[in-house]
T-cell receptor, first 114, second 113 residues
Framework: EPEVTQTPSHQVTQMGQEVILRCVPI?????FYWYRQILGQKVEFLVS????????KSEIFDDQFSVERPDGSNFTLKIRSTKLEDSAMYFC????????????FGPGTRLTVL | AQTVTQSQPEMSVQEAETVTLSCTYD???????LFWYKQPPSRQMILVIR??????QNATENRFSVNFQKAAKSFSLKISDSQLGDTAMYFC??????????FGTGTRLTIIP
């Protein structure tokens, strides 16, 4: 069964460093998403991406964040200058189209900012 | 803006018993989707069940079923014959055609052997 994959599973970085989190969505999916979950809290929407552009973003997704689909298979989330409060689990998700409207999540990347 | 409320932070039940997790939501939309996601200790988000708001019939998936009350904006999850592997966080989520999922705060369910 196709699945969303994410790398790395755990990333440790120093405050102020740039990190890139990688995701490979399911191959025939067209809509891509990033969510984050701070430990012990609920899952929060960050950004959605369709047709090579951002379709919606939340207040959390400020200028420090960017997304890209560089090669038609990977979907990346970049945090330019990490802060302590960026420590969280980051989930990538994808969905096929509006009619199915079902998002499949990857296993997540745990980001720890020291 | 949509909100999703899960009023039970924690629940526990004996193995093989039935448990119901509550979820309420608030929206002005008429067409939307509701989901229950399971998050085991591995922290992977796994879709358990989904419900389209335009469907009156409650969704079922094996031991999992929902009680969808559109007028009351209520969407509870019933787990029958609970198993140890059902131990997890359960998140209710809402989606109204704007692509993003809005999650509740979750219910931590523990199945007791």
């Amino acid at each position: 069964e196709p699945e969303v994959t994410q790398t790395p599973s755990h990333q440790v970085t120093q405050m102020g460093q740039e990190v890139i989190l990688r995701c490979v969505p399911i191959s025939n999916h067209l809509y891509f998403y990033w969510y984050r979950q701070i430990l012990g809290q609920k899952v929060e929407f960050l950004v959605s991406f369709y047709n090579n552009e951002i379709s919606e973003k939340s207040e959390i997704f400020d200028d420090q964040f960017s997304v890209e689909r560089p090669d038609g298979s990977n979907f990346t989330l970049k945090i330019r200058s990490t802060k302590l409060e960026d420590s969280a689990m980051y989930f990538c998700a994808s969905s096929r189209d509006w009619t199915v409207n079902e998002q499949f999540f990857g296993p997540g990347t745990r980001l720890t900012v020291l | 803006a949509q909100t999703v409320t899960q009023s039970q932070p924690e629940m526990s039940v004996q193995e093989a018993e039935t448990v119901t997790l509550s979820c309420t939501y608030d929206t002005s939309e008429n067409n939307y989707y509701l989901f229950w996601y399971k998050q085991p200790p591995s922290r992977q988000m796994i879709l358990v069940i989904r419900q389209e708001a335009y469907k009156q019939q409650n969704a079922t998936e094996n031991r999992f079923s929902v009680n969808f009350q559109k007028a009351a904006k209520s969407f509870s999850l019933k787990i029958s014959d609970s198993q140890l592997g059902d131990t997890a966080m359960y998140f209710c989520a809402f989606e109204a055609g704007n692509e993003k999922l809005t999650f509740g705060t979750g219910t931590r369910l523990t199945i007791i052997p």
